[in-house]
C-alpha cells in the first residue's frame, strides 16, 4: 500500500479544528479524519490499550468509488480479490487490537461481499471467544425495480459485527 511508504518516512500529525470543538466539560473526546491505518498507527503511540470503543466502516471492496473513499481496493477480475482485501485489513484491525482496553467493544459495518472473510479475519484477531452478533440493518428501503433479475436479487440489508469482552 502506498500509505505504508509514507508512514516508513513520516509521522503523521494530528491538527484541531477549532471550529468544530465541543465544549463537554472538560472530556474530551476527538474525531480522526484522514488515512485510518495512519491515524491508528498514530493512536497507537498515545492510546495504547485505553480506548473502549471502536467503530469502522471499511471499504467494502465492491469495485465502486461512489463514496467518500475509493472502494475500488482490489480490481473485481482478480483471482485473489478477497485475500488483498483480507490482507488490506488484517493490517488495521491488528492495529486496532492494541488500542482496545480490557473492556471493549468493536463495531465493524460490512456488505454481503466481505462479511464471510471479515468474520474469519476478525476471529482470528480478536478471538472468536469475544464474538458478540451481528446486527443486521436494512440499508435500501426498496427493492430495485429494474429488468435485471440478478439487480431485483440484490441485498437490500448490510451488516454489523459486534465482537467485545
Known amino acids: 500500500e502506498g500509505i505504508d511508504e509514507v508512514l516508513e518516512n513520516n509521522l503523521p500529525v494530528l491538527t484541531e479544528n477549532t471550529d468544530l470543538f465541543i465544549d463537554n466539560g472538560g472530556q474530551m473526546n476527538f474525531l480522526i479524519e484522514g488515512d485510518n491505518l495512519a491515524s491508528l498507527k498514530l493512536l497507537g503511540k498515545t492510546h495504547k490499550g485505553k480506548i473502549d470503543l471502536i467503530y469502522i466502516d471499511p471499504p467494502y471492496n465492491t469495485g465502486t468509488d461512489k463514496f467518500k473513499y475509493d472502494d475500488n481496493i482490489v480490481d473485481l477480475n482478480d483471482n485473489f480479490r478477497h485475500s488483498k482485501w483480507t490482507s488490506f ?35 482470528s484477531i480478536f478471538g472468536e471467544n469475544n464474538f458478540i ?31 467485545g469482552r
Open 133 to 163: 452478533g451481528t446486527i443486521d440493518w436494512e440499508s435500501k428501503t426498496k427493492s430495485q425495480n429494474t429488468q435485471s433479475a440478478y439487480q431485483k436479487l440484490q441485498p437490500k440489508c448490510e451488516y454489523i459485527l459486534c465482537y
Open 89 to 123: 485489513m488484517q493490517k488495521r484491525l491488528l492495529a486496532v487490537k492494541q488500542l482496545l482496553s480490557q473492556n471493549w467493544v468493536l463495531f465493524i459495518s460490512i456488505d454481503n461481499n466481505e462479511i464471510s472473510a471479515l468474520k474469519m479475519l476478525c476471529d
